[in-house]
Structures are given as structure tokens and as C-alpha cells.
């Protein structure tokens, strides 16, 4: 067995590797690395194992290099998923010790490892973020049958309401980022650029679909971006405006989306991360899917403590609360270049 980065000519044996791995997710394909690549001008440190000619385990990895945050690295950035696939134990502590070895090469301060898995790391761990999965049935009576009644009028009240959805890609990108900016500005986050939703509309065009909730007036008021693989449906980005929240357009989308989940032959629909206790925990919980822990786990120099890059962290609120007021034409315009930097 050997460990080695991933060289060009090994490409699509890597991307049959993940096809066939059961934990194996779009993220680790190489069309991820060439969106983190091509938008965040990143570096990608991809190690895989061989033996007898074939690859055994892999391990993606994103480096970061940033004046506010310091070195680091993490499996995988933007995104819920990563870490290493592996059928062995040993495989992973093989590549584990790489890894290591490569931190200190490149000296990072630690390497983030986002996983679904809860053994075989023996490393710390967060464990405070959670997300749902709901089986889908096989068409769309039955999925509004399994909802509680109360649910099924929550549904139903956009309805009544003249709202409806629409399904789209490329066309539907320029709806989906002013309500998702106009959001990111009023919870005080920087937004990714347009361009990164449009390298992944490119790099994973038979995965991305982007979905809108319009009014009686055909005007966007949510949106929500979704990737599907091997059966399953993710939004890892949703967003409704506040003005229209009384009008419950967050329930159509959400409903739609899993119609369009069950169209498209999926049978989980993943309602993407939380944290446990959080409203946005509550909304997700409300569906009746299984709640399923999200392990992050890290690799740390000696005496380096688990970082805290999230906005619950204290030193990052007089920030939030500055972004907020700000113009969102402002937000739009420099938050891509500070979100780069936030894994």
C-alpha cells in the first residue's frame, strides 16, 4: 500500500472510486475540487491509497491561507460533507498520518475533517450540528399523507395564497441571489459570489438545480439551490424574504423541492445542517425525518485548541451586527472576498 497525492491521470479512477463507496458524496468528486479550485483560488492537497494498482481510500483536502484566520486546512469546505473513504481501519490511519505530516509541511494550525462517521477518528471532535433525513415515498400523495394535518396547511397556505414554484438553472440564477444575499445580509453573514453558484450550476450541471417560490404577482420572494447524488436530494442553500414570511412561502419551497426530489427518482432528501435547539432546527425537525450527527473532527498541533470560526463565536458579534446595517449592494460587493476565507 502507498499514500500519495492525486495526480491528473488519476481522475476518473478517483470519481469511480466515490461513485461506488457507500459514503462516498458529489463533494468528493473532482467537479468540487474544480469549483474550490477555479472560485476560491484555493490549493487541494487529494491523498489516496493504492494497493495492487488500485485506489483503497481517499482523503480530499482544502488549504486556506488567511490574514484573519491563519493556516489551515479542511475536508471540505462550503459544504457538510468530506472527509476520508476507506474500507479499512488502517486505511484510514495511514492516511491520517499523511495528513499530519502535511500539516506540518505546510505548517497549518489544524485540519478540519467533516464527517458522518462517529468511529475508526479516535481525534477531538464538535459534534453540535445535526441534520435531517426524510425518506421520500415513491409519488406525491403519499409524501403529503405522511405529514401531520397541521403541517399539510401550513403547506397549503401559500397555495391559497396564489404562490408557486419554478424549476430552472442558469436562468434562475440571477432570482436566486438577491433573495439569498438580501438573507445573508440580514443575518449578518458575508455572501458567496454569484460566480460560485455558477461554477457549480457548470461543474455539476446534471446535479444543481435552482428552485423559486414566486407571489400572486410572479414576483421571486424564496429560493432555494439544491444537489442531488445517487438518490438523494440536499439544499444546502435556501433563503425567503422576511416581508412575505408571514405568508409561509418557506413550507411551498420545501414541499416542492421534495416533489422534485421524488420526480427525479430520489429517495432521501437531506434538510442540510443545524444546530440542535436553533429555529432553523425546529423548522427541520417538524417534517418527521431521522436526525443524523454531523462529526467534525481535527487534526491539532500540540497545545492548539479547537478553532471556533462560526457566529456563535463572541469575538465575531459587534461584526455581524456592523454587517447587518450595511448597504447590500456593500455586502454584495466585498462579502465574497471575506466568505473565501470561511470554510
Not at 502535511?102 to 453540535?128: G, H, N, V, W
Request: proline residues 5%.
Amino acid at each position: 500500500m502507498s499514500i500519495h497525492l492525486l495526480s491528473s491521470s488519476e481522475h476518473q479512477q478517483w470519481d469511480d472510486f466515490v461513485d461506488q463507496h457507500p459514503e462516498g458524496t458529489i463533494y468528493h468528486k473532482i467537479a468540487w475540487k474544480n469549483v474550490v479550485e477555479r472560485e476560491f483560488l484555493k490549493k487541494t492537497y487529494y491523498l489516496l491509497e493504492r494497493n495492487d494498482n488500485k485506489i483503497t481510500a481517499i482523503l480530499p483536502l482544502v488549504g486556506f491561507h488567511s490574514a484573519l484566520f491563519g493556516k489551515f486546512s479542511v475536508s471540505l469546505p462550503y459544504v457538510n460533507y468530506g472527509g476520508a473513504l476507506y474500507y479499512q481501519p488502517q486505511s484510514l490511519q495511514l492516511l491520517l498520518t499523511e495528513a499530519a505530516r502535511l500539516m506540518q509541511q505546510e505548517t497549518f494550525d489544524s485540519i478540519e475533517i467533516r464527517t458522518m462517521q462517529d468511529s475508526d477518528y479516535s481525534l477531538p471532535c464538535k459534534a453540535s450540528k445535526v441534520t435531517y433525513y426524510l425518506s421520500l415515498p415513491p409519488n406525491e400523495d403519499d409524501l403529503m399523507q405522511q405529514f401531520k394535518s397541521k403541517l399539510r396547511s401550513q403547506i397549503r397556505r401559500p397555495i391559497k395564497e396564489g404562490m408557486y414554484t419554478q424549476t430552472g438553472t442558469h436562468e434562475l440564477l440571477d432570482a436566486f441571489y438577491a433573495i439569498f444575499a438580501t438573507k445573508m445580509r440580514e443575518l449578518g453573514t458575508p455572501v458567496y459570489a454569484k460566480s460560485f453558484f455558477a461554477q457549480i450550476l457548470q461543474q455539476l450541471s446534471q446535479h444543481a438545480v435552482i428552485l423559486i417560490v414566486y407571489d400572486a404577482e410572479k414576483k421571486p420572494v424564496g429560493a432555494a439551490f439544491l444537489i442531488h447524488y445517487q438518490q438523494r436530494m440536499e439544499i444546502p442553500w435556501a433563503a425567503t424574504l422576511r416581508d412575505y414570511d408571514h405568508l409561509s412561502p418557506n413550507m411551498l419551497m420545501y414541499y416542492d423541492v421534495m416533489r422534485y426530489a421524488i420526480e427525479n427518482q430520489c429517495t432521501v432528501f437531506d434538510f442540510g445542517r443545524c444546530t440542535q435547539g436553533s429555529g432553523t432546527w425546529r423548522f427541520k425537525k417538524q417534517w418527521g425525518g431521522q436526525e443524523r450527527k454531523l462529526y467534525w473532527y481535527y487534526l491539532l498541533n500540540q497545545g492548539q485548541s479547537l478553532p471556533e470560526m462560526n457566529p456563535n463565536n463572541p469575538k465575531y458579534q459587534l461584526a455581524i451586527k456592523i454587517w447587518r446595517k450595511l448597504p447590500l449592494k456593500l455586502t454584495m460587493l466585498i462579502g465574497p472576498y471575506i466568505v473565501r476565507d470561511l470554510p
